[in-house]
């Protein structure tokens, strides 16, 4: 995949578990995944996926690697955005703003495109996707994201993101309506 990827782990299956990379790409063609209870936060054996992707036109992807800086870039390494730069805005503790500078340029709406976001590290501290989209006429893409603690502060964290933009070849889908079946 090159010098540029990024990786991203979802547990899988109906038991109690949450799993997360260690790094925010693969090291020596390497990664490491830990894995928890969701009740407890203890170590705990859990099936996942994973998903590594390297450079596309369809696709962008952050690791945003100093959990403490505000207006920082990506980790080079593990970022990739076809349009341009990507900063990381730390707002305050544990939330953030990811841009992917001039990525929306070609959206048909200012909510186009699937995102999702993984916390990174060897901690218990899992992050979520609060919201994405174009911000007004500007030609950015920009992805807000939370982090919290297992008793759900807010708490600095390392994270990946991964932005697709609409492509021919893709399904997703944004199930919004939590109560309706």
Known sequence: ????????????????TYCKPVNGRLVSDKLEVR??????????????????LG??????????????STGSAAAAGGTYNPAGATTVYRTTVGRYEVVFANLAKD????????????????????CILEDWGRQGTTPNVEVEVRCYTPAGVMVDSRFTVIFQRPTYHLAYTFANLETNP
Not at 35 to 52: E, G, K, L, P, Q
Not at 55 to 68: E, G, K, L
Not at 107 to 126: D, I, M
């Open 1 to 16: 995949l090159g010098s540029k990827n990024t990786v991203h782990v979802t547990e899988y299956g109906l038991d109690d």
């Open 35 to 52: 894995c928890f209870r969701a009740s407890t936060r203890a170590a705990a054996n859990a099936a996942f996926t994973v998903v590594v």
């Open 55 to 68: 450079r596309s036109s369809d696709a962008a992807f952050a690791y945003a690697h100093q959990a403490t």
């Open 107 to 126: 959206l048909p709406s200012t909510a186009a495109g699937h995102v999702q976001v993984n916390a990174v590290g060897t901690g218990k501290a899992h």
